[in-house]
């Protein structure tokens, strides 16, 4: 048997329970994250500019999603006067010279959704973390709300200096944020979720658009379109027997999935699959129709792909979406999953499919949809401190304990990203007396990207004929360098011998 659909309940409003209740996410094992698309960012490799052969990379992967239920055992969730979360991930995936890339979120909540300003924010750095206020963690206060959602609602960190406000992800690592949130009466279904994220990485400082579509009030008031089609990850999962009737074993030791959110509509849900990411040519497809008002909810629509009209291979990557397309209206199609089979049966691998559908891209960013993050329920993160972000990027000048005056002083400048500086050399006021001037001389130099570099700084000959008759001086050094936006001094003494 290929394809079915199995009902998962009937819409149904549940209300919010009395304090100290278990909430809906907690007593649910079916409860999961709805991702949308990554969206990417571009930085140079900053040991490529080091080497002279510049390469771009991914700067930082981005998404936004929300948690819901559709096979709640009380009716699929949230529905209105529901309390649910929304949360944004950044995965640092590049290496640019400002040592890290740091972010900052502006949410744009759909119409008739609200912060749940009741409950804390939750953030983890690598998977710890906990409810904020805490380092790099902060509460609502730093969250800046507008009645009108349509302007953005920006939230800022802590942080100061560099990065002052932001938060800074390095490469390997990656930040969980968890908002709560509130849907109103007046919540609609298959709506937009969006947030912005403005990206400080010393290259084009994008901002992306982080995107998931259809997000589902099961008893809102449907939106531009109200069926949609929703993946539990992952989206295929090993599975020997087939869990409806007639039975039996699967085709090939698995099955896809996805939520078909019908709404009491008429029409029919499609399989495509293909090895093509774009998904062209469509190898092999299963459709089965819905009469109206069949299921007035979600459903599940499953296939172990045995009637798709194609032999699947072991080792192959196969990508595959749902789509349900109502006898009136626009169509659903969903965004494009992946999955391997292991050479004795079952999946070897799933992921989001690598398509450039749904989310779309901010300035700046790749337009590369998908990868291979695979979302976890994690309603409460634990609670160990927050790791602090990537260091500020860093200037180090060196002056020597002496010199000759017919080679100058050299100064020895390192940075950990582009920089400039200046230098000078002076004497004493008593000295200078002696010399006609208390300046011998002064430098300056760059840097395009993180390296090493030397000033010289040079006196004149007519200086270096009177240091000859003086012998030598005890001069000061002044040296100010400016790296990522930030400007110090520091000084340093030096004999200058003539």
Not at 83 to 97: A, E, H, L, S
Not at 216 to 223: D, S
Not at 296 to 302: D, I, L, Q, R, T
Not at 320 to 332: C, E, F, H, N, Y
Request: charged fraction near 15%.
């Amino acid at each position: 048997m290929g394809a079915v659909m199995v009902a998962t309940g009937l819409v149904a409003v549940v209300p919010t329970g009395p304090a100290g209740a278990v909430e809906w996410w907690e007593s649910s094992p079916t409860a999961t994250w709805y991702d949308g698309q990554v969206s990417y960012s571009s930085v140079l490799n900053c040991f490529s500019v080091i080497q002279g052969s510049p390469l771009y990379e991914n700067g930082v992967g981005a998404y936004i999603g929300y948690l819901a239920d559709p096979d709640n055992a009380g009716g699929p969730k949230p529905v209105v006067n529901d309390k649910t979360w929304i949360r944004y991930r950044v995965y640092g995936m590049g290496n640019p010279c400002t040592g890290g890339s740091y972010f900052r979120p502006k949410f744009y909540l759909p119409q008739g959704w609200s912060w749940d300003r009741t409950r804390q924010i939750a953030c983890a750095y690598d998977g710890s973390g906990g409810s904020a206020p805490q380092a790099n963690c902060p509460g609502w206060d730093h969250l800046q709300e507008n009645a009108d959602h349509t302007v953005g609602d920006p939230y800022w960190n802590n942080g100061s200096g560099q990065g002052g406000g932001l938060w800074g992800v390095a490469q390997g690592h990656y930040w969980e944020f968890q908002l709560p949130v509130r849907v109103g009466p007046n919540a609609q279904s298959g709506v937009v979720l969006d947030a912005h994220l403005d990206v400080a990485d010393g290259n084009s400082n994008p901002q992306m658009l982080l995107r998931t579509n259809n997000v589902y009030v099961f008893n809102g008031t449907p939106g531009a379109n109200n069926v949609g089609v929703m993946y539990d990850q992952p989206s295929s999962y090993d599975q020997a027997t087939l869990p409806f009737s007639p039975g039996g074993p699967t085709r090939y030791g698995m099955l896809s999935a996805f939520q078909a959110v019908i709404a009491g509509r008429a029409g029919s849900a499609r399989f495509e699959i293909s090895t093509n990411p774009n998904m062209t040519p469509v190898l092999g497809s299963e459709s089965f129709s819905f009469a109206a008002s069949q299921f007035p909810g979600s459903v599940k629509a499953m296939t172990d792909w045995a009637d798709a009209g194609v032999t699947l291979q072991p080792g192959v990557t196969y990508y595959w979406r749902g789509s349900i397309l109502p006898t009136s209206g626009a169509p659903a199609v969903g965004e494009v999953q992946s999955f391997r089979l292991k050479s004795g049966g079952g999946v070897d691998a799933t992921s989001l499919g690598a398509t450039t559908s749904g989310g779309g891209v901010g300035t700046g960013s790749g337009g590369v949809g998908g990868g291979v993050i695979t979302p976890i329920p994690q309603p409460t993160p634990p609670t160990p401190p927050v790791p602090n972000p990537p260091a500020a990027p860093t200037a180090t000048s060196t002056v020597p304990k002496s010199a000759q005056a017919r080679k100058g002083v050299v100064v020895s400048l390192t940075c950990t990203a582009a920089c400039s500086a200046k230098a000078s050399a002076t004497v004493s006021k008593k000295l200078g007396k002696r010399l006609g001037t208390t300046t011998l001389g002064s430098a300056r130099g760059s840097l395009g990207a993180a390296g090493s570099t030397k000033l010289t700084i040079r006196l004149s000959k007519k200086l270096r004929a009177k240091l000859e008759r003086v012998g030598s001086v005890r001069a000061t050094v002044k040296i100010t360098t400016t790296v990522g936006g930030t400007s110090s001094t520091t000084t340093a003494k030096v004999t200058v011998k003539g």
